[in-house]
């Protein structure tokens, strides 16, 4: 009788066909829930930059709401020695920046007031569609943030071009 040592090329082949097996059904799903955090992490984004509008009007009553999304923010990831119209330091650097690919957590993001300081829109969208998100997100000064499931990639600034290109969007529940 012969004694055997270790594994066979078919024990093995075995073994690697089930990891693979597993890999490709759990692979997907981890890809979706990782969609889903990110576009969590957009909402309260979104919601932060309502805060924050509506902060930068109550401060700056004579600017009315901030034109830019870094006006909202400070203007290095370091410091805010003192908050000003071109710098409010309302939200943090990084959400203040991220108005380009990869964006924060996967999301692009603009600011614009429109009827001379008197509206506002937030949007967030995805930065890569399909792999870091698939919905665009929006609110204006009523706070209610807002939805639509993209088909494809879309800049921010479609829904941040007046009240109506947002307000067309599915509001949150």
Do not use: H
């Not at 597993?22 to 979104?46: F, G, H, Q, Y």
């Not at 908050?83 to 959400?95: E, G, K």
């Amino acid at each position: 009788m012969r004694n055997q040592k270790g594994f066979s090329l078919i024990e093995l082949l075995i073994v690697v066909a089930i990891i693979l097996i597993i890999s490709a059904i759990s692979i997907p799903n981890l890809l979706r829930a990782r969609m889903a955090a990110n576009e969590a992490s957009a909402v309260a984004s979104i919601r932060t930059l309502v805060t924050g509008q509506i902060s930068y009007q109550s401060v700056f009553p004579a600017t009315g709401f901030a034109a830019t999304i870094g006006a909202l923010g400070p203007p290095s990831a370091t410091a805010c020695a003192t908050p000003n119209s071109t710098n409010a330091c309302f939200i943090d650097f990084t959400l203040a920046t991220a108005t380009v690919a990869p964006g924060k957590d996967g999301y692009i993001y603009n600011v614009a007031s429109f009827l001379n300081g008197t509206s506002f829109a937030a949007a967030a969208t995805a930065a890569n569609w399909n792999q870091t998100g698939v919905r665009s997100f929006c609110a204006i000064e009523d706070g209610t943030p807002r939805d639509k499931v993209e088909t494809a990639s879309v800049p921010p600034s479609t829904y941040t071009a007046s009240s109506a290109a947002c307000t067309a969007l599915t509001p949150l529940q």
